[in-house]
């Protein structure tokens, strides 16, 4: 990268210590605007065939992982996370004893799930067309670094595209977010 280097701030030898913040330059690309990335943290991934790899994860301090969530019964939706947080992926498995029919996967920056009507989508809904006796998967795969979702991390499985028509008890849900 060229750029110029432009201090932060100038100190005192007694206040030299170095602390975040105040030894790091700031940089700037050729055209002279501030150059800044996102922190992450490199994570080492072991995969099966003893090939290493790795991933960027969110550094949110001192505890930086995905968490992942499983549903624990059949459920119409999931109030995953009730605070701010980064969503990685959604996946829904409608059970085979669910009625034949066109099913959604809906995702709300939400701390409760919205009762049935209009609502506001974080994400475009993804359908799934079930077949009675068969189980069907929805996937959807936001990868890292995810994305923000400001108030909180809520699902459903609804019977509508647009609007909500909560489904019923239908799906197992599981999620990674952070």
């Not at 359908?127 to 995810?146: A, E, M, R, W, Y």
């Not at 994305?147 to 609804?158: A, D, M, P, R």
């Amino acid at each position: 990268m060229s750029g110029y280097d432009i201090p932060v701030r100038k100190d005192t030898p007694v206040s030299m210590a170095i602390a975040d913040g105040n030894a790091d330059p700031l940089k700037t690309d050729s055209l002279g605007h501030l150059w800044v990335r996102e922190g992450y943290v490199p994570d080492y991934v072991d995969n099966t065939f003893d090939v290493a790899a790795t991933s960027n994860k969110p550094n949110l301090g001192t505890a930086y992982a995905w968490t992942t969530y499983v549903s624990q019964a059949l459920d119409s939706g999931e109030v995953v996370k009730a605070s701010a947080g980064k969503l990685k992926s959604v996946t829904a498995l409608i059970d085979t004893a669910a009625a034949t029919d066109e099913y959604f996967l809906q995702v709300f920056d939400a701390t409760a799930i919205p009762a049935d009507g209009a609502v506001t989508h974080k994400l475009p809904p993804v359908s799934v067309s079930h077949t009675n006796g068969t189980q069907s998967k929805i996937v959807i795969n936001l990868s890292d670094p995810g994305i923000n979702c400001t108030t909180g991390i809520s699902v459903c499985i609804s019977t509508t595209q647009v609007t909500k028509t909560i489904a019923g008890n239908v799906a197992l849900f599981f999620l990674e977010y952070v």
